[in-house]
Structure formats: structure tokens, C-alpha cells
């Protein structure tokens, strides 16, 4: 229909797909291993997660701001979109269809240790688990905490362990846990 009314052309709409098919979680384990190895790039991915990522090369096709969320020893981040399905697709590609399910959508603001917990990630009582709804201008990425015994790995090493889950928060990087 957008051919039909000439506001776009074939060859366009055939380039953006193409653009769309090279977006997968490596984007965002690129970013979050970036982020463990350089501090100023993390400081700049917790200030401006847009920029920094497009520091790396990492285009934004849309005008969404991405908001980056540090998990620490005393927060866990989960990222959810109550109202649709808004998710980081420049770093992360298309969403798992769990996330655009709306029983992950309701109950991960009302009872987000349990939604945690089903996924396999037990949150201690002492630690503050923040839920963030991804809007149609603002979409959120969880810089998960670096696992113990990951010090000696290469940035690429690092890029391999993180997984899109860890991204959104339903899941911790641990080096012993089997996947």
C-alpha cells in the first residue's frame, strides 16, 4: 500500500527488512560485554544507552530513547510492556513471543518474583526487584551484573555468555548454571 500511494518504493521496504533480519541479541551482548570491560563506555550506556550503542555502530531506525538499567548486589531490573509489546528491537531483534504474551505483560508488574521464579530466577528477599514498561517512545535494555569468575574473559568471551533473557531481566549470567 505505501508502494501503491508512492511514499516509499519496493527497494526501500526490501532494505529495511533486510535491516530488521540483521537485529539479534549479539547486538546487545556486544553493548553489555563493551560495558564490564570499559567504564567510560559504561558510564556513557547508563547516560545515553542511544548514543553509546551507536558508538559501536549500532543504528536506531526509529525515534525511541533507550533507557539502560543496571542490575547491582541490590537491584534486579525486569523490563516488560504492559500495553503492547514496545521491546529494544535495534539491539535485541524481535521479541520472544513470551513477551508479548499478556499474562508475562499483567504479571510481571503485579507479582514479578513469582514471573522471576518461573523462569528459574530466585530473587533474595534483600534485593529490590524494579519492573520498567517499555513505552512507544522509550524502550529499556537491563545491563545484567558480571558473573563471578568471568574476570579473566576476553570482551568477546564475555559477548558469548550474555544471553537476550539477561537482557530483559527474567534471568541472572551465572558461569555454573546450566542452560
Not at 26 to 50: I, M, P, S, Y
Not at 96 to 114: S, T
Not at 127 to 149: C, H, I, N, W, Y
Request: proline share 5%; aromatic share 6%.
Amino acid at each position: 500500500m505505501l508502494v501503491e500511494r508512492g511514499l516509499l518504493d519496493a527497494g526501500e521496504v526490501r532494505r529495511q527488512i533486510e535491516v530488521l533480519d540483521t537485529r539479534t541479541p549479539a547486538l546487545g551482548a556486544k553493548v553489555v560485554a563493551r560495558a564490564w570491560v570499559d567504564t567510560g563506555f559504561k558510564e556513557r550506556l547508563l547516560t545515553n544507552g542511544r548514543a553509546a550503542c551507536e558508538e559501536l555502530g549500532i543504528s536506531f531506525y526509529d525515534g525511541t530513547q533507550l533507557i539502560v538499567l543496571e542490575n547491582t548486589d541490590k537491584v534486579h531490573n525486569l523490563v516488560v510492556c504492559t500495553l503492547c509489546s514496545c521491546y529494544p528491537r535495534p539491539v535485541l531483534g524481535l521479541p520472544p513471543d513470551w513477551y508479548k504474551l499478556k499474562p508475562y505483560r499483567a504479571r510481571a508488574i503485579y507479582e514479578p518474583r513469582a514471573v522471576l521464579k518461573e523462569f528459574g530466577t530466585d530473587i533474595a528477599d534483600d534485593v529490590e526487584v524494579r519492573v520498567s514498561d517499555s513505552t512507544a517512545q522509550v524502550r529499556f535494555l537491563v545491563l545484567p551484573q558480571r558473573p563471578k569468575g568471568s574476570e579473566t574473559f576476553t570482551e568477546e568471551q564475555l559477548a558469548a555468555i550474555v544471553t537476550r533473557d539477561s537482557m530483559i531481566g527474567v534471568e541472572r549470567i551465572e558461569l555454573n548454571r546450566q542452560r
